[in-house]
């Protein structure tokens, strides 16, 4: 008898321990308007809180509902690859634990799906966030989505990680083997027929998002370095204007020592001193990450460690 379910809905829990049942509750209702036949994924981000009680809750309430783990905090996307990586369902809908995403969109999502898409992603007209995080969160997807040349995808900054994946499109991301991974770039990279389906952005549950501006920079960064390879380039093509300006400075000053003769200059001498220290500074430690990078993945570590499973 294959016991293999119909839908996965996995969901990583970080600072969530008041939403637990409440997500769990909403994603039941809306699921069961397409089948019995499913699984919800809870995966434990090493969170400070007691989001594993609430998920061992569930989880005894009710079988469907499986809980990992993690031996720490991962990190979202790690902790959203343990949770495809463990998932059984033809189809599986990744989505954010704060009910940001709204469950109400799943059987949008596996209509849109039946059409003939691997990968229906979402995307929002608006987000509901305060002024100083759209605003931040405007300019670190408008720099990265430029670094990385994405120019493919309807919204720079609006396509969220809720999306649905068929089986297909999940054993392809599965085989992606690069240690440092964004959700939505790795399935970018992986390509498929893809759509995308507009949602309405909700207010969080309850709390506050845990990505503040370090971790955003963090983020995007990432993201950059492990996914293109264009900040390398951008230093070569500074290399090259910087040598060039170089060169026509020098022959203004010859011939400005023949015309009007010497000039000293102590100040502007420091300056370009110090702009070109900073620029090569900046470009040894944009190499230097991307060797740290490489150096990374050659150790071939895990990417996340589990300590418990439920059902």
């Known amino acids: 008898m294959d016991n293999t379910p119909l839908l996965s809905i996995v969901s990583p829990v970080y600072k969530a321990e008041k939403i637990v049942h409440e997500l769990v509750k909403r994603i039941t209702e809306e699921v069961t308007k397409i089948t019995d036949d499913f699984e919800i994924i809870l995966v434990e981000d090493g969170s400070p809180d007691d989001s594993w009680g609430r998920i061992e809750e569930v989880c005894t309430k009710d079988k469907r509902v499986k809980g990992i783990k993690l031996s720490r905090n991962f990190g979202q996307h790690f902790a959203i690859t343990a949770g495809i990586e ?183 001498l420091i300056v370009v001193l110090l702009f070109s220290t900073g620029i090569l500074l900046t470009s040894v430690g944009i190499s230097g990450i991307y060797i740290g990078k490489t150096f990374e993945q050659t150790k071939n570590r895990p990417k996340f460690l589990i300590d418990k499973r439920l059902n």
């Open 86 to 268: 463990n998932a059984l369902g033809n189809y599986v809908v990744v989505m954010d634990c704060d009910l940001q995403d709204d469950p109400v969109y799943i059987p949008v999502l596996y209509k849109k799906s039946c059409e003939g898409f691997d990968i229906v992603y979402t995307y929002k007209n608006d987000r509901v966030h305060g002024f100083w995080k759209n605003i931040t969160a405007n300019f670190f997807n408008t720099i990265f989505n430029s670094l990385i040349d994405n120019k493919d995808w309807k919204s720079h900054s609006n396509v969220g990680s809720f999306s649905l994946l068929t089986r297909k499109a999940v054993d392809a991301f599965c085989s992606y083997n690069d240690y440092q991974r964004h959700y939505l770039m790795v399935l970018r990279w992986i390509g498929f027929n893809n759509t995308y389906v507009e949602i309405e952005h909700k207010k969080r549950y309850e709390g506050k998002s845990s990505y503040n501006f370090s971790k955003l920079l963090l983020h995007a960064l990432n993201g950059v370095t492990s996914q293109s390879d264009k900040l390398l380039r951008i230093n070569v093509t500074i290399g090259i204007f910087l040598s060039i300006l170089s060169f026509i400075s020098i022959i203004i000053i010859i011939f400005l020592y023949f015309v009007v003769g010497f000039m000293s200059g102590w100040a502007s």
